[in-house]
């Protein structure tokens, strides 16, 4: 995994977009580095196919707006 020194809080606001594209590339980043640690992601999808058939919103964006969140904390744009 990549380590980062620099981390700060990312207020609750919509991302501009060199933000977005450098916590996507992270992302991207970590998955290569470890895919073994997005491995749930694949068992989500089942949850989230079964949670719109039902009816309910599903809580995939919610988790990963929290890790768009983390990501955008750890690295921050100069």
Request: net charge negative.
């Amino acid at each position: 995994m990549t380590s980062h020194n620099k981390e700060r809080a990312v207020p609750d606001a919509i991302m501009n977009n060199a933000q977005m594209v450098k916590c996507f590339n992270e992302w991207m980043r970590r998955f290569i580095e470890e895919p073994e640690a997005f491995a749930a992601e694949f068992q989500t999808v089942n949850q989230f196919l079964k949670d719109e058939a039902e009816g309910i919103e599903p809580s995939y964006g919610e988790t990963s707006a929290a890790y768009m969140r983390k990501l955008a904390e750890e690295c921050p744009v100069d």
